[in-house]
């Protein structure tokens, strides 16, 4: 080797290497790197079932006491043993700290609510997967406690009207219902898992209804008389009124195609 040249060999050796040339892991996140950040309208039971952990639990962290008011803004410790999955739909500190917005809604983020028993989930839909499905069919589960796997593009449903109305929460009336018929009987499309009837808090059902009606392979149902929107999954669009003096009867697509589908993804 050339005498001259043998600094520099040294001084390349020496240098790191270029991190960004580095293969990078996903480490897995703490719970102390997460906050949950309160927002308008927020309840404790709310931001517990966020989290999926006991009120009780989470309460004694924060040193909550009923009855447990909260302030839009606040900054709430986020209890060990929270799943990868729940922490990696919550703002960082660094994107809390950069939300000048007060609070205003992120694209992706849903709010829930199950009319019959209050449940609810809020989370950011963006992060799609199994484990967000799975919440999802908990959610539209059978009175009965029956859980069913729900149509992908169901699921994407909600972050749709979410986004379209500012983040209003989104009450569910109905979801996955067993099939009540003999074994040769077609199966109805909340027997399938590709309907739900639902209401957005605030809006009007026609408003609801009629943006429905723009979304691309959709049946949309206004039920005047049940106070709700009915939305399902098939092949083509279509758009009827329940309570209303004629109504058309939405037509029939292919069921199969629709299935195919939900297990293409």
Request: charge should be positive.
């Amino acid at each position: 080797m050339n005498l001259r040249c043998l600094p520099l060999a040294l001084a390349l050796l020496a240098a790191p290497l270029n991190p960004a040339a580095q293969p990078r892991s996903r480490a897995p996140l703490s719970a102390r790197d997460r906050v949950y950040v309160v927002r308008p309208g927020d309840t404790i039971r709310r931001i517990a079932a966020v989290l999926e952990v006991p009120v009780r639990d989470f309460a004694a962290l924060n040193n909550l006491r009923a009855p447990f008011l909260l302030t839009v803004g606040r900054r709430l410790r986020v209890p060990e043993g929270v799943s990868q999955e729940v922490l990696r739909t919550l703002p960082t500190r660094e994107e809390v700290s950069s939300d000048d917005d007060g609070g205003a809604h992120r694209p992706g983020r849903v709010n829930l609510v199950r009319a019959r028993d209050a449940v609810e989930l809020s989370t950011n839909f963006t992060a799609t997967g199994p484990a967000l499905r799975a919440r999802v069919e908990r959610m539209l589960q059978a009175r009965t406690g029956a859980v069913h796997m729900i149509h992908p593009r169901l699921v994407r449903v909600f972050p749709t009207l979410s986004d379209r109305f500012g983040g209003r929460r989104i009450t569910v009336l109905s979801g996955y219902r067993p099939h009540r018929g003999g074994r040769d009987e077609p199966r109805n499309r909340h027997a399938l898992g590709y309907a739900v009837d639902l209401r957005v808090e605030g809006v009007a059902l026609r408003a609801v209804w009629e943006y429905c009606r723009t979304l691309p392979n959709l049946g949309c149902g206004l039920s005047t008389r049940g106070n709700f929107v009915h939305v399902d999954v098939r092949t083509g669009s279509a758009a009827w009124m329940i309570g209303a003096r004629d109504e058309p009867t939405p037509p029939e697509d292919d069921l199969r195609e629709v299935a195919d589908e939900a297990r293409a993804e």
